[in-house]
């Protein structure tokens, strides 16, 4: 090794050094990072239930018939847990489709009659769409919202097709997080059973250039017991 060493000069030295940092981020960061990735949902963070009234639990999938247009929302298979730290926080679903579908987005107080914000949103492609709540619509603790979204159905048998689940806002300021990197946070929030912050952070991290973030939320969801398959390709926020 020495004498290796002795035939190399400070150029190749510096060169070698180069490529082997190159090598090490593009073989093992990507799996070094899904592998951080861990959903552990926290048992003593959350205060609601997860069914409606009368005791129906949340759709949070649906296909239209025979078009094979389907809606997924990025949530927990075992429901558990459907929190954010954020008093607007973001939501998200997936969408398979190879024709124009109109979407409806609604979020709602269980103590309101209608919905307390609506969005209406169109897309013609498969896509994931992902909406944040304004400024204005902000959560209080201790609620339980639900969350809807309604997607047309063209040429489908039925008019249209409908997918539902739940958020509640908790206290999350002794997760320190604002000093983290995205990929740091998505962990952190993941760790603590935290989903849909985990969820919205892996999306920053996927539009600031992380590659794996599609195995990362996929990874997140079998973790969850969903069967959910959700594709990156396409990600549409409002």
């Not at 927990?76 to 579908?101: A, E, F, I, K």
């Not at 979204?149 to 539902?164: D, F, H, N």
Request: aromatic residues 6%.
């Amino acid at each position: 090794m020495q004498r290796l060493m002795a035939t190399l000069t400070p150029n190749h030295l510096i060169s070698s050094a180069i490529l082997v940092s190159v090598l090490s981020l593009g073989v093992f960061t990507p799996s070094y990072a899904s592998d951080r990735i861990r959903w552990t949902p926290d048992a003593e963070r959350g205060n609601v239930g997860t069914t409606l009234s009368g005791g129906r639990r949340g759709q949070t999938d649906a296909s239209c018939n025979p078009s094979g247009s389907s809606l997924s929302l990025v949530v927990p298979g075992d429901r558990s847990r459907l929190l954010t730290t954020l008093t607007n926080p973001t939501l998200t679903w997936h969408v398979t489709t190879t024709v124009p579908v109109s979407m409806t987005f609604h979020l709602s107080d269980p103590a309101l009659a209608t919905p307390i914000y609506s969005q209406t949103i169109a897309i013609d492609h498969t896509s994931t769409v992902s909406v944040t709540l304004p400024q204005e619509k902000r959560l209080t603790p201790d609620t339980k919202y639900r969350w809807t979204v309604l997607a047309s159905c063209p040429g489908a048998t039925q008019p249209e097709i409908s997918a539902r689940s739940f958020v509640e806002l908790v206290d999350g300021e002794s997760l320190n997080v604002d000093n983290l990197s995205s990929l740091e946070q998505a962990s952190t929030y993941a760790d603590q059973g935290i989903w849909y912050d985990a969820i919205a952070a892996l999306l920053m991290a996927r539009h600031q250039g992380v590659t794996d973030v599609e195995t990362m939320v996929q990874r997140l969801l079998e973790q969850s017991q969903s069967q959910a398959e959700v594709t990156l390709s396409t990600v549409v926020h409002f």
